[in-house]
């Protein structure tokens, strides 16, 4: 992956295309939202336990995938466990580091509106 000033460009595994990916201040924006919500709303409400911006990206990108009809996977987890620990755990598909230009432009109003969901007011800046 290369820098290319704003934008982040990334080649096609099969053909060699290079791929415009996000600019610099959508990925800042999009942490920024991520980030926002991790530091302001509990999960499960009201357990008082913060999960890390990490985890609510997967969170966040589960529901908006499956809001797009895309698929997001459980599968029985090597150790049996899990992450419910009922032996089951979530496969994602998805990085922010991919998502075009375009996935990006719907994602960050897609956190903004979550977040509003979520009870989690916006900062002064808006994502």
């Known amino acids: 992956m290369i820098s290319d000033g704003d934008f982040f460009c990334d080649a096609c595994p099969?053909?060699?295309?290079?791929?415009?990916q996000r600019n610099a201040r959508q990925s800042i924006a999009f942490n920024s939202a991520v980030s926002h919500i991790a530091r302001n709303r509990d999960w499960p409400p009201g357990s008082g336990k913060y999960l890390p911006a990490k985890t609510w990206k997967q969170l966040i990108f589960a529901a908006w995938d499956r809001s797009h009809?895309?698929?997001?996977?459980a599968v029985p987890a090597i150790d049996g466990q899990g992450l419910t620990g009922q032996g089951w755990d979530f496969v994602?598909?998805?990085?922010?580091?991919?998502?075009?230009?375009?996935?990006?432009?719907?994602?960050?109003?897609?956190?903004?509106?979550?977040?509003?969901?979520?009870?989690v007011t916006e900062p002064e800046e808006q994502f």
């Open 14 to 20: 099969r053909c060699g295309h290079w791929i415009q």
């Open 69 to 73: 009809e895309r698929r997001v996977d």
């Open 92 to 119: 994602f598909y998805r990085r922010d580091s991919r998502m075009t230009l375009e996935e990006i432009r719907e994602l960050i109003p897609y956190v903004g509106s979550l977040a509003v969901e979520l009870g």
